[in-house]
């Protein structure tokens, strides 16, 4: 079992940046895939930001160029460094991680992940 618990959220202008933190924990070994996936009331949950053990990361079209995904695999963390912030990003970001080894093609696949955290808040408005 992994428990995830995610930190960062915020209320922010467009423009503006921040940092989630997801801190894992209760597995004796590491998760082998982490992502960041959201959902905005109304819309259905939508990966984000996927890595892996290897390091591939996967990004959905809409974050690309704008988000970075990293992990500290000695601490046990993940991040996601939210760059040029837009209202469309207003969401409940969600941490999600498996055990399983997971190919760079499925790391956005919200079904792929058995652990979920429950979730921080951004919103971006002026």
């Known amino acids: 079992q992994v428990r995830l618990v995610e930190s960062g959220g915020d209320s922010v202008q467009p423009g503006g940046s921040l940092r989630l933190s997801c801190q894992a924990s209760?597995?004796?070994?590491?998760?082998?895939?982490m992502a960041w996936s959201r959902q905005a009331p109304e819309k259905e949950r939508e990966g984000v930001a996927g890595?892996?053990?290897?390091?591939?990361?996967n990004y959905a079209a809409s974050v690309q160029g704008r988000f970075t995904i990293s992990r500290d695999n000695t601490q046990k963390t993940l991040y996601l460094q939210m760059n040029g912030l837009r209202p469309e990003d207003t969401a409940m970001y969600f941490c999600?991680?498996?055990?399983?080894?997971?190919?760079?093609?499925?790391?956005?696949?919200?079904?792929?992940?058995?652990?979920w955290g429950q979730g921080t808040q951004v919103t971006v408005s002026s």
């Open positions: 890595i892996n053990i290897e390091g591939q990361t």
């Open positions: 999600a991680a498996d055990l399983r080894a997971t190919a760079w093609a499925s790391l956005l696949r919200v079904d792929r992940y058995a652990f």
């Open positions: 209760g597995s004796a070994n590491p998760t082998s895939s």
